[in-house]
């Protein structure tokens, strides 16, 4: 028997990936109601791609597969003419756009083998199985060194984006079949595929990710028949949002924020009651401790998740079971207060970077480096070379953006706020250094 089936559960309920879209995903999406409902009328009505802007961890790619799950729901029950349906799963940004664009059309090529069924019921015009697979699983050479991940046969291939030499399998025959299965499959104002490009911060500067966004414009996204929803933290997307040769294809972002703290008993009952498989079951976090744990990780809901993991996996399934919920609970919160000092005693700063993070955290743990003032800082260049030592542990993560000095580039991690945690609980120190 496994670890979790013995204490009463089907699989890990603290697990971290993004929720699926389907009607499982839909009944995890706690507390997400209005953002929902603004996504949903984005897709549904708007003419431009969305952009979602939030904190990482917040939940952003979960949130655009339960959408467009409800929305393909929409179009079953005749609420809606507009088909659309999810790719397989979320394409993360490179900055190779010639590699970024391959992987966009295998994913969308997937996207047909995967909704076939969905398609043919629904009176689409879709291209035959057996020639999407033989676009996939054609043979490869390698080029220029860009790397393709294909869903069937060989798996992942490091080499050119063209299937091999001949006109038949060529990389621009291969986009312009897809081009030719999108429009054949949703007509103007029917719908479409929904796919998310995910990550955008992780091009570290809006410059970047505004070349790259530009370079996929005309390939990727002026494809008829695509939905894309652009997922960022750190302020990037709504930066390159409004630049002007992407006017026009991506809308004004949508803030995305935590779930707010009311809400979260009733997310982890909801995760816990989905994945129990009898009624004694014995939660190694519970609702309660689980609020602790997001108000430590502020609020971030994939790195509470991953602390709930952790610590049931630190010890067997006897040590659940014979204990009452008050005592787990207890050895819960001394688990995490321990993991926050171990954290904090490897840190080593002087005492002006660690007041730095004291007012960081004070500061809703992000800033851009224009708010040097704010901290105390003379002129940026003083505050960035604290910010370089706070990297330098993985206290922080910052991007440099010469553009726009303003955007908030500058943010706290996990580590930070454990290691935060631990120093103004007095964990480790009793008192905070500059406080």
């Known amino acids: ?27 995890l999406l706690v507390g997400r109601d209005s953002d929902l409902k603004s996504l949903l009328r984005k897709i549904e009505e708007g003419d431009t791609h969305v952009v979602l802007e939030g904190p990482n961890g917040v939940g952003k790619t979960s949130l655009v597969a339960v959408a467009a799950w409800v929305a393909s729901e929409r179009f079953r029950g005749r609420q809606t003419n507009q088909l659309y349906l999810p790719l397989a799963e979320p394409l993360q940004i490179k900055e190779d756009s010639s590699e970024f664009i391959s992987d966009c059309y295998f994913a969308i090529a997937r996207a047909f083998l995967d909704h076939e069924e969905t398609l043919k019921r629904a009176d689409r015009k879709v291209p035959k199985s057996r020639d999407v697979k033989t676009w996939l699983e054609s043979p490869i050479i390698k080029g220029r060194g860009i790397s393709i991940s294909t869903p069937f046969g060989g798996g992942g291939v490091s080499g050119s984006s063209a299937a091999n030499g001949s006109s038949g399998f060529s990389n621009a025959g291969f986009r312009t079949m897809i081009r030719g299965w999108l429009r054949d499959a949703f007509p103007e104002g029917t719908g479409g595929l929904v796919g998310v490009i995910d990550n955008l911060e992780l091009l570290e500067t809006s410059d970047a990710a505004r070349r790259l966004l530009e370079e996929i414009r005309d390939p990727v996204l002026q494809l008829s028949g695509m939905r894309w929803v652009l997922c960022g933290a750190r302020g990037i997307a709504r930066s390159v949002a409004a630049t002007p040769r992407l006017n026009g294809v991506l809308s004004d972002p949508i803030e995305i924020s935590p779930v707010a703290h009311q809400f979260i008993p009733r997310l982890i009952e909801a995760r816990l009651e989905h994945y129990s498989i009898r009624s004694t079951r ?28 952790s610590f049931a996996s630190d010890r067997d399934s006897e040590f659940f079971l014979e204990r009452e919920e008050s005592e787990i609970a207890e050895e819960f919160i001394k688990w995490l207060e321990d993991l926050a000092i171990k954290h904090e005693a490897s840190v080593k700063m002087q005492p002006r970077t660690w007041k730095l993070l004291e007012d960081l955290a004070g500061f809703g743990g992000t800033c851009s480096p224009s708010d040097f003032g704010q901290f105390g800082f003379n002129d940026r260049a003083h505050m960035r070379k604290n910010v370089v030592e706070l990297e330098r542990y993985s206290l922080v993560t910052s991007s440099k953006d010469d553009d726009d000095q303003r955007r908030r580039s500058i943010e706290t991690t996990s580590k930070g706020w454990l290691v935060y945690y631990a120093r103004a609980k007095g964990l480790s120190s009793p008192v905070l250094p500059g406080a």
Do not use: C, T
Not at 7 to 19: A, D, E, Q, W
Not at 301 to 308: K, P, Q, T
């Open 1 to 27: 028997m496994s670890f979790w089936s013995e204490l009463g559960f089907g699989s890990n309920p603290y697990i971290v990936k993004p929720l699926p879209s389907s009607a499982d995903g839909r009944e």
């Open 282 to 309: 014995k939660a190694p976090v519970s609702a309660s401790s689980f609020e602790r744990v997001y108000e430590v990780s502020h609020r971030n809901l994939r790195d509470s998740l991953r602390h709930a993991q």
